[in-house]
């Protein structure tokens, strides 16, 4: 058994990484949202083969709205996994770019109206509707149903609230960092508010490995589940 399966085995969830492209100063983007790009092109290269490995990649409607991404496998061979979006609201317009390609989850909330939940499916996506928690949509029960439809492998890639809903509720088992020489001052933060004023309350990782790509590093490590978040 694989570390993915064994996660799911004993959890009944998928093994997630978060994947961030980010500089030096730890910032995703600039102020104003613009974040293509901070990383080379060898560094994004290696970034699909995180998307390839992966049964499915998780962002939040801030990082569609943003970026209009497709979330494909394009600069390697292999498959472009499942996409899920969290989307409260059903925000996110039709004519973004995640409704083509591979299979589309929107995760969303329970009374959302029907003609919306209508004009998405009718555009090919899946609709979940789930429980609310503090204000958003529950991470944890939608990576139960990922699950559950034999999703094993889930990367998260932003922005920056989502990421920090999966570190605060200790969904995180490793993270893959890119990280840049590029220095943004205050942009959006890799990851957002933990609320932790301790140093000694850090999501503390391990396994740390580092391996340079171009002029970028790619920092990868376990999240350390004797701490705090898990
Ligand atoms: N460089 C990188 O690696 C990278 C990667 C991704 C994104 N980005 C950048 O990050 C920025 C977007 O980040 P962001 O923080 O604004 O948005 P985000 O994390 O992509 O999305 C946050 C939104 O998702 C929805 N959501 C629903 N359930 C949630 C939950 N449990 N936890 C968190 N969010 C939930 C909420 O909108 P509703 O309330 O409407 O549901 C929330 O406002 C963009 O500028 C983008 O370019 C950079």
């Given at each position: 058994m694989n570390q993915f399966e064994t996660k799911y085995r004993s959890t009944g969830l998928p093994f997630v990484t978060l994947k961030l492209a980010q500089t030096?100063?730890?910032?995703?983007?600039?102020?104003?949202?613009?974040?293509?790009?901070?990383?080379s092109k060898a560094s994004r290269v290696r970034g699909h083969q995180l998307r390839a490995e992966a049964d499915a990649i998780l962002v939040g409607r801030g990082t569609v709205m943003a970026d209009d991404p497709e979330?494909?496998?394009?600069?390697?061979?292999g498959c472009s996994p499942t996409k899920i979006v969290l989307d409260s609201q059903l925000k996110?317009?039709?004519?973004?770019?995640?409704?083509?390609g591979a299979p589309l989850i929107i995760a969303t909330a329970e009374e959302v109206c029907k003609k919306q939940i209508k004009e998405r499916k009718k555009k090919g996506a899946q609709i979940w509707q789930l429980p609310i928690l503090n204000g958003q949509i529950n991470l944890k029960a939608v990576l139960q149903k990922a699950a559950q439809m034999g999703l094993q492998y889930i990367l998260i890639e932003g922005g920056s609230r989502v990421a920090a809903s999966a570190l605060r509720l200790g969904l995180v088992d490793r993270i893959a960092a890119f990280v840049a020489p590029k220095i943004l001052g205050?942009?959006?933060?890799?990851?957002?508010?933990?609320?932790?004023?301790?140093?000694?309350?850090a999501i503390a990782l391990e396994n740390v490995k580092v391996e340079s790509i171009d002029d970028d590093f790619l920092f990868t490590a376990r999240v350390k589940k004797s701490s705090k978040n898990g």
């Open positions: 030096l100063d730890g910032n995703i983007a600039t102020c104003t949202g613009d974040s293509k790009w901070i990383t979330l494909s496998v394009r600069y390697v061979n996110i317009g039709l004519n973004a770019k995640i409704f083509s205050a942009g959006i933060p890799a990851i957002g508010s933990l609320d932790i004023v301790s140093i000694t309350d």
